[in-house]
């Protein structure tokens, strides 16, 4: 039973292009939304953040864009640099649920210079 | 202000032995959570512990696996009996006790588990 759905595994960008991470849930429960990136051997940093009471938040390069109505979300990097090579995921929380995360598969992004 | 610190980073153990992982929250955290990462797959959430208060546990294996978080020192997720299916990078995250639930979680650098 996946809650949370990253259909992509990969994404290949060109450098100074724009990103789009794509992510489906499924649990209309969910209220608030994250994602992380994660390197190799690391473990995953926050990088943003939005409630289901909005419906784009943007923080420098990072926006995420929620469609409640689509239950779909999406993260978009503009510009895209190679540092920002790494496995994104997106995390969902239900307001029942404390802080427990459901997590999607992840989607591996390259930026090549 | 440290991060939340997870050891050993890397640890080997036979089929059959026990498996102590540590977690220690940031300073001021009381909530953590505990998720483990097969290979090609994310992270599944397994238990969300509060000090001495097991919150949550619906993502635990019913058997082997058991986790603490006590008044003193830092959670410990135990895995008894490991077999090679428990290899995995288990990820420990915490967040402050805040009525405010919109915060985001803390990972640490997780322990990768090699039963071999």
């Known amino acids: 039973d996946q809650q949370v759905k990253q259909n992509s595994p990969s994404l290949s960008v060109q450098e100074g292009r724009i990103s789009i991470l794509n992510c489906d849930y499924t649990?209309?429960?969910?209220?608030?939304f994250l994602w992380y990136k994660k390197y190799p051997a690391e473990g995953p940093t926050f990088l943003i953040s939005i409630s289901s009471i909005k419906d784009k938040n943007e923080d420098g390069r990072f926006t995420v864009f929620l469609n409640k109505s689509a239950k779909h979300l999406s993260l978009h990097i503009v510009p895209s640099q190679p540092g920002d090579s790494a496995v994104y995921f997106c995390?969902?929380?239900?307001?029942?649920?404390?802080?427990?995360?459901?997590f999607g598969q992840g989607t591996e992004l390259s930026v090549k210079p | 202000n440290a991060g939340v610190m997870q050891n050993p980073r890397h640890l080997v153990r036979r089929r059959g032995q026990e498996a102590r992982l540590r977690c220690s929250p940031m300073k001021g955290h009381s909530h953590v959570y505990w998720y483990r990462q097969l290979p090609e797959e994310g992270l599944k959430f397994m238990v969300y512990l509060q000090k001495e208060n097991i919150i949550d546990e619906s993502g635990m294996p019913k058997e082997r696996f058991s986790a603490e978080f006590p008044k003193e020192g830092p959670s410990i997720l135990r895995i008894q009996q490991v077999v090679r299916g428990d290899s995995a990078a288990y990820f420990c995250a915490s967040s402050p006790q805040t009525g405010n639930r919109r915060t985001e979680a803390f990972f640490g650098q997780g322990t990768r588990l090699t039963v071999v």
């Open positions: 649990n209309s429960m969910f209220d608030y």
């Open positions: 995390a969902a929380k239900s307001y029942n649920q404390g802080g427990k995360l459901i």
